[in-house]
């Protein structure tokens, strides 16, 4: 059995958080988060970008300082020529990139490794053979993906390390609108950045008041926060090489230290979900995509 070290990152910020928010956050991982890589990047949405810039670039130096890789990860859904431009420019720096949009392809140089994120949507093996023919190296599968789907794409591919998204409010879908600016009375073009006030986003109801989704900008995420209850054994498995921890507001150095204690086998999945401070969740767990169920299921 492969009982290799399983390590973890901490994913691109989702959410619209202040520069000096943003910067807070950052210099506490620096210091004192046990993760082994850190995503940064502006991947929702375009219009952030320039707000965001100066801080991320201050944030990747003090985490490289604090020890910890840093990989930029490029956006989604660019939609207009300047966030094109951006993403490329981005792609083309040279240093190891997260591809979000698959149209980021053709400004990798050739033969250049990269990771492929969620929003790739990879959703079998063949995909995830041609994406390791061009230089993935690494992969976080769409979110809706079963464990047995993603080992079926590692035993296909074993040489991509599978990283699993392992917590956080799951990204369901992109939108060319901005639903968050609309339910302000807003445009997207003069949403005045309204998604800033909710910070891990802004939960939906159905019309019966039971929580639903969440909205961030113009991604749909869940309103349930995904918990892994699975035994680390089963995602080895899987070839599950890493977890991927997604920022929110609460007392994130809690939440990796619980993680940390489970990826080195200290504690099991049960222990987990029990030593999560529950002031750090934002809504509900679930984990029904990776036993295969209703997402919103919380299968252990």
């Given at each position: 059995m492969n009982d290799a070290p399983v390590s973890l990152t901490l994913g691109p910020l989702l959410f619209n958080w202040s520069p000096t928010a943003l910067l807070d956050f950052?210099?506490?991982?620096?210091?004192?988060?046990?993760?082994?890589?850190?995503?940064?990047?502006?991947?929702?949405c375009g219009k952030r970008a320039p707000l965001a810039e100066a801080a991320l670039v201050e944030a990747a130096d003090i985490l490289e300082r604090g020890g910890k890789q840093v990989v930029w990860s490029a956006p989604s859904l660019p939609i207009t020529k300047r966030e094109s431009n951006s993403a490329r420019e981005l792609i083309m720096t040279g240093g190891l990139v997260e591809l979000n949009d698959i149209s980021g392809l053709s400004s990798l140089p050739r033969g250049a490794e990269f990771v492929a994120g969620p929003f790739l949507n990879i959703y079998n093996e063949a995909a995830a053979a041609e994406l390791m023919r061009l230089g993935c190296s690494r992969l976080c599968p769409n979110v809706e993906l079963s464990l047995a789907a993603i080992g079926a794409i590692h035993a296909a591919c074993p040489e991509i390390e599978i990283e699993l998204f392992a917590f956080g409010r799951l990204p369901l879908a992109l939108s060319g609108r901005c639903h968050h600016a609309h339910l302000h009375g807003l445009q997207r073009d003069g949403c005045q950045f309204v998604c800033d006030r909710d910070p891990d986003g802004l939960e939906?109801?159905?019309?019966?008041?039971?929580?639903?989704?969440?909205?961030?900008?113009?991604?749909?995420?869940?309103?349930?926060?995904?918990?892994?209850?699975?035994?680390?054994?089963?995602?080895?498995?899987?070839?599950?090489?890493?977890?991927?921890?997604?920022?929110?507001?609460?007392?994130?150095?809690?939440?990796?230290a619980a993680y940390r204690r489970y990826a080195d086998g200290v504690i099991d999945a049960e222990e987990l979900r029990a030593e999560l401070p529950a002031g750090s969740l934002p809504g509900p767990m679930v984990s029904g995509y990776l036993a295969g169920v209703a997402g919103m299921a919380l299968a252990g």
């Open positions: 950052y210099r506490r991982m620096a210091d004192a988060a046990p993760v082994d890589r850190v995503y940064l990047g502006e991947v929702v939906v109801a159905t019309l019966e008041g039971r929580g639903f989704l969440a909205l961030n900008g113009v991604m749909t995420m869940s309103q349930g926060v995904q918990i892994i209850d699975t035994p680390l054994s089963k995602l080895r498995a899987a070839g599950v090489g890493a977890l991927r921890l997604s920022p929110h507001t609460g007392d994130m150095l809690e939440v990796i």
